[in-house]
């Protein structure tokens, strides 16, 4: 197989070892391109190539099938890469580093930056990868699950390692508050609508009895200063109270 | 539905609303349980309760099915969490803060070591969350997807949520779970807050014109859930509004 071409190795390629089922390639190709991955490579798919079950169940990541490059052999599927990963459910006794899949795909990202191919290797379905396959690996990574239960499909484990390649691709995601471009009202605006309420609850009896009506106020006064309201909420609340006046002004 | 047992609201329950294909859900009991998550209600699946698909498809989960809570509603479903989290492909105009899987499970995590109970929605298969139910809660999650192909199905959107809640609980430090220890209100008295102004303001003829009426609820619902507000914060609202009602009455 031809060396991969320069710039395609700025990301990293996920191998199917031995996959038996097509839905299962056709839904690890979507749970790659759901993260921005597209270099798929599959050593000796059960059913032969092309597959139709997975080109139907990859709806949307078709080109990832069409583009795939099928191999006969491990040494063949990563033989240009600089370093290749594992992924396996347990430990396998072989002497190899364990990484998570967030600690793997961080050190993939700065080597696939430094223009290093690397390889991900995801094992058949039932039995996993092989030892004769995790041999060839550099690293291991393990998903770390729930002891008493780990049933992580294939597909899965492709979708969590590409979510981390995401993550480490990003570097960690900083949190998109929609809030950002939401138009927070001013403090003046704040103490505006405190003050309309207050007078108009005063109006209304509200601060009774006598003793307690100055804590009441500024409980009041420390609620609308505690509450990240917009410009908008502000309007509404407003709107509410003159509405609440004008019902009464109706005298129904 | 009774108030959640001390211990319980140690992980955040998953709330599946109006689920269709059992598959699904048994799919997202296993998802759930890889990462030792246990805690699920289940809005009016499609197919009626119990399914078969669902048990058939959760084998080695079935017991979250079995627990399962099944609600009719979704202010059934999340009444009795302080907190409320809305998973949703695209951000839907509804101002509300959008985090990461990744930030949300680790408020999660922070909020139920602190004995708050949190929720977090998934919606139908197709449709996903309705902005009614979003505006119940209190922020959105969003998975930071390739802009040009976002296709997660229910149970990837658990199991991706429900690995970073794993990854939080693992990092969670003694001092991050002494939280606040504010007496914020639970989901069931903000909506009895919401209902409680939403009928007054209906009959002071607030929603008005007709065609805007469903919009303005929304909005007004969207901003008590959006806002922190404690017990006393409820109480005191709900004493606003009958103030001017009584106000109102005594017709001066």
Known sequence: MERMMPGDDQQPVFVLVRPQMGENIGAAARAMWNFGLERM????????????????????????????????????AIGDCVYVFATTA?????TKP??????????????????????????????????????????????????????????????????EWQRARAGITPERMDMAKTDFAEQIEIEKLAEHYQERLDQAGFFYPEPKAEGMKISLRNMWSRMPLTRADVQMLHGVMRQMVRWKNRGE
Chains 1, 2 share one sequence.
């Not at 139709?52 to 080109?63: E, P």
């Open 41 to 76: 490579r599959i050593i000796a798919p059960r059913d032969g190539w092309p597959n139709q079950k997975a080109v139907a169940m990859a709806s949307g990541a078709g080109r990832l099938l069409d583009e795939a490059q099928i191999c006969a052999t491990t040494p063949e």
């Open 90 to 94: 347990r430990a396998r006794g072989l």
């Open 98 to 163: 364990v990484f998570t899949p967030e600690r793997a795909m961080r050190m993939a990202a700065e080597k696939c930056a430094a223009g290093a191919p690397v390889a991900v290797m995801f094992g058949p379905e039932r039995a996993g990868l092989e030892n004769d396959d995790i041999a060839r690996a550099n690293a291991v990574i393990n998903v770390p699950v729930n002891p008493e239960y780990a049933s992580l499909n294939l597909a899965q484990c492709v979708l969590l390692t590409s979510y």
